[in-house]
């Protein structure tokens, strides 16, 4: 691979980082805010229920896209990569009209639901979280052809717009004292807002491309993808996305701990976030390069994980040396079961902020197979263990067979891509980011043992921040590669900032006799 593609590979994934960071760093915000203020203006006992209800709509809008944005995704990358942007503009077409009907279908099918089988007090604010699935699953095909285009910044402004009608809406229906049916009807207005924005953006950029035809080798292979796209995220119900709930709400009769897990289970999510959005953006990247030429996609793999590893790995730890002062500070002291919960679904939440570049690589070549036996394996695992421990642990034994099945699908999906790809994991690299993170854990939990009250956080935020750092400068766990990377990134912060963020970078990731690249 050239110099010139090399650095267009670096400056495409920091933009589409950068982007993407942005987005999800203000939908952290908004549903942080969002959750603390319902959580302590509900309660746990009546929030178990709606977050129960929540999760039903999360995954039915999951499973009932029937593999359609991943598809949509894969094959518009390969043919606008290859310049046949008629055949891309077909792909979306026929993407974005069978999820619509989709998506009908199941609102229709949630509402039966909803009326035969749902609980008559929360009847209301039910329908609302199921007509929400319509405008979320139809926003996917636009949010996902743009990021066939490696343009993510185009999902950023109505992303941000959604999220901020959601938070001022949420706060008055809250103020108001609307219940839960005002929140939920938040939650819809803020989907609706950003669907409308996404689909109008990409209908005006596609206006002036000529439809063309899907050829029917290409529809072959599009309907075998998304066939095992729909059997993949069956399973990514079972192992990732709180099917946990399932087995907690019908094996322990205490509802708070359906509040307790899914809370912990929300802010572990948010806090992935931050390496999803690096490791997303290279995903694309992965799939648009599949496309032009296959040299470089195992090299960006690796090194994708590395920069999820060195981004998740402290916020994760973090987040557990420091979750009892935290749930006192957000939610208060009704929810201090919550302690023990967090905890657990940080520690093993770490393993996933591991796979989604080498799941990535296994879809972009088309090896879906593997990915599928894994999760049958790893969600059978889950299913035994939530049997095993919920009934006596509650929502701590939900979050160990969450994290422990994990745990256990990521050693399998790596091993099977060195294996296959005959990667080089660069376990040294990754064994200094663990030895810094380490450290800057001990430190944190220290101070917040030494130092009580929001005092204490403040202080052991501070010194896990510090010890972190240094320890990646002593440790050479940032190369003078990687601080070039973050110089590209660092030319979109405001121009007052970018001198600061150099100093700070050169110091971080560079010798120095050495100089930089800019």
Known sequence: MSAPAQTSHTHTIARNSFWWGLELFFGLFAAFITSVLVARVIGPQR??????????????????????PATTCKYMAEYL?????????AIYA??????????????????GLVYFAGEPAYRLASLLLVANMAPRMIGLIPSYANNAA?????????????????????????????????VAASFLAGSMLETSLK??????????????????ELRQRMLSYSGQGLVLMLLNVVVWDRSDLLILKSMNPDITQVTFFSLAFNLTERILMFPTAFAASLGVTIMAQYGRGKER????TVEGARYAFLVGAPLLLGMACLSQPLVRLLYGYRYEPLFPVLTIAALLAIPKALMAPPTSLLQTTENQGYLIWVGCGCGALDVLLDVLLTPGYGARGAALA????????????????????????????FGRIAFCAIAMAGAALLVSRSVEGYEGIAA?????????????????????????RLLIVGKRLPAHLRGLFAVFVIWLSQPKSTAPVI
């Open 47 to 68: 929030l178990g229920y709606f977050q129960y209800v929540v999760w039903l709509t999360n995954i039915t809008t999951a499973v009932g896209s029937l593999g359609l």
């Open 81 to 89: 990569s290859g310049g046949e942007t008629s055949v891309a503009r």
């Open 94 to 111: 026929v993407g974005l009209k069978l999820q619509t009907f989709i998506a009908g279908g199941m609102v229709l099918a949630g509402v």
């Open 150 to 182: 490696e343009a993510l910044q185009r999902n950023t402004p109505p992303a941000i717009f959604g999220g901020m009608l959601n938070i001022g809406l949420t706060l008055t229906s809250l103020w108001a004292g609307w219940d839960l049916a005002g």
């Open 402 to 429: 969450n994290g422990l099945a994990q745990t256990a699908a990521g050693i399998a999906i790596w091993l099977r891509v060195r294996s296959l790809f005959r990667l080089d994991l660069r376990l040294r690299q």
């Open 460 to 484: 052991a935020l501070l010194a896990a921040v510090l010890v972190w750092f240094v320890s990646l400068r002593l440790t050479g766990a940032v190369t003078q590669t990687d601080g070039n």
């Open 199 to 216: 689909l109008n953006g990409v209908r005006r950029r596609m206006a002036l491309v000529p439809l063309g035809a899907i050829a029917p």
């Open 297 to 300: 996609v195992q090299q960006l």
